[in-house]
């Protein structure tokens, strides 16, 4: 039992009725300290950022459920890793933050979009090379991620879909071969979109709830779209970056008047940054894309955001778009590897995308949402008014 509890204490000058508690925390993640004090019927607005304080009678029942008991020395040493380095080190308390992580599999869709020549499309192969050593690198740190796939990369590799999806990671919407929606008609958007779905299905009887434009780019039809596809959530825009938001349906913009906010509709937008995007930090691509990172240069960005959100994000969102043709050579696997490391000791919460857009919309639905005091609600609201 990794749950911890140490001895009581008074603390007479404090100005609650309760003047004597213990604490509880986690020798391993918080998930577990979370599901102990569930147990308990401790509510989660009780937990203090790195511990719970429990009172006499609750310490008892932690004790009989389990938990060990050990001294406030031992319990603070044990708990040391996470919120106690980032106090050592001068940081403010842990906020939770969840790491998303993301490969978009694009394989040789990505090229076959733009080009003919067998020689650039083989790039993409490279991508079905790397996806053992990216499962691999999962594996070794429980983490669970989403991989983006376009339809036409489950049919050329059905085996590799079906190896990720077994591996409990997530599969999401990815288009048929790469196209980009906004030079495509609505019907052709359609289509597309619908090639992709079945794809899935046949390669690994998947059905994604989530959906990641390929080139992060929208038509002005792709949000209708997506909400009469029922799906959940969408990664390809970014208006915020730590905090997921409602998208909406009906803007209205020009060069010649005020943006014009529409209506918050039931899609989640899970936040995109292309800073956050292994491809524009170290790939070559003529005309586009000539930048070749150092991957320590990476790791920093990478890990400034990270620091910054954990600090101050609490219940925040990161989510990294990565694509296995591009991440998997060796030198980057390196810095990934370091990077999840520093992210796992700080406690932070690997999960896919899907299970993270599912939780936040429970705890934010639109309905109150959309009363709230984001940004982005306050300015529907004014739209509306
Ligand atoms: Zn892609």
Not at 6 to 13: A, T
Not at 35 to 49: D, K, N, V, W
Not at 289 to 295: D, I, K, L, M, N
Not at 365 to 378: C, D, I, N, Q
Request: glycine share 8%; net charge negative; charged share 20%.
């Amino acid at each position: 039992m990794p749950v911890l509890v140490d001895p009581l204490r008074e603390y007479p000058h404090v100005p609650y009725r309760l003047k004597r508690w213990c604490h509880m925390a986690v020798d391993g993640s918080f998930e577990e300290l979370h599901a102990f004090a569930a147990q308990l019927g401790i509510p989660r607005h009780r937990f203090q950022g790195d511990h719970y304080d429990l009172p006499p009678w609750v310490r008892e029942r932690a004790v009989s459920l389990g938990a060990a008991e050990v001294s406030t020395r031992e319990l603070l040493e044990r708990m040391a890793g996470r919120a106690a380095t980032a106090r050592a080190v001068g940081l403010p308390p842990v906020a939770e933050l969840s790491v998303c992580l993301s490969f978009d599999f694009d394989a040789m869709s990505v090229w076959i979009a733009q080009t003919d020549n067998p020689a650039t499309i083989s790039r993409g192969e490279f991508g079905a090379v790397a996806i053992p050593r990216i499962l691999a690198l999962l594996e070794r740190r429980g983490a669970r991620a989403t991989f983006f796939i376009p339809g036409h990369t489950a049919l050329a590799y059905p085996f590799l879909v079906r190896e990720i999806r077994d591996a409990g990671h997530e599969i999401g919407h990815h288009g048929w071969v790469h196209e980009n929606p906004a030079k495509l008609t609505a019907a052709q958007e359609r289509d597309v979109f619908a090639r992709g779905l079945d794809a899935l299905a046949r390669a690994a009887g998947v059905v994604p709830v989530g959906y990641r434009s390929p080139a992060a780019n929208f038509s002005a039809s792709t949000i209708e779209l997506l909400v009469e596809q029922g799906v959940l959530y969408d990664t390809s825009c970014s208006g915020s970056d730590f905090t997921p938001y409602y998208l909406r349906r009906g803007d209205r913009f020009s060069k010649t008047g005020p943006y014009a906010f529409g209506t918050a509709v039931d899609l989640v937008e899970l936040p995109f940054s292309w800073g956050l995007d292994d491809f524009t930090h170290f790939e070559f691509e003529a005309g586009w894309s000539t930048e070749q990172s150092a991957p320590s240069a990476v790791q920093e960005i990478w890990h400034g955001e990270f620091e910054y959100a954990h600090a101050n994000v609490a219940g925040g969102f990161m989510g990294i778009c990565m694509h296995p043709q591009v991440i998997g050579r060796g030198h980057r696997l390196t810095m990934l590897d370091r990077l999840t490391g520093v992210m796992a000791e700080r406690g932070a919460r690997f999960e896919p995308y899907g299970d993270y857009a599912r939780r936040w919309r429970e705890a934010n639905p639109l309905s109150s949402w959309v009363e709230g005091g984001s940004v982005h609600a306050r300015a529907a609201r004014e739209a509306m008014s």
